[in-house]
């Protein structure tokens, strides 16, 4: 259970008046792809994030990353 970290996800959600949701998710670190680092628009402020792609090629926009994860991070 060690190889699951918490990660923030955003998404879009048509049935929120804002647009997007926040939500959080385990995934196993073992299944990262990539990650690098992007901006994120949320409720109209731009924060800082990150893209990660998964060996089962789904993308993700997480606000919030354990830290071993962003080591892995392309600049």
């Known amino acids: 259970m060690e190889r699951f970290k918490p990660f923030t996800l955003i998404g879009d959600n048509e ?4 647009g997007t949701s ?3 998710v385990y995934l ?3 299944h990262i ?3 690098k ?3 994120i628009v949320v409720e109209g402020e731009v924060i800082k ?4 792609r998964t060996t089962n090629g789904k993308k993700y926009r997480a606000i919030k990353v354990p830290a071993e ?6 600049k």
């Not at 049935?15 to 804002?18: G, M």
């Not at 994030?49 to 990660?52: L, S, V």
Request: proline share 4%.
């Open 22 to 24: 926040q939500e959080l």
């Open 37 to 39: 680092p992007i901006n």
């Open 49 to 52: 994030g990150h893209w990660i």
């Open 15 to 18: 049935d929120q008046q804002h």
């Open 28 to 30: 196993n670190i073992d």
């Open 33 to 35: 792809v990539s990650i």
């Open 69 to 74: 994860v962003k080591k892995l991070e392309k």
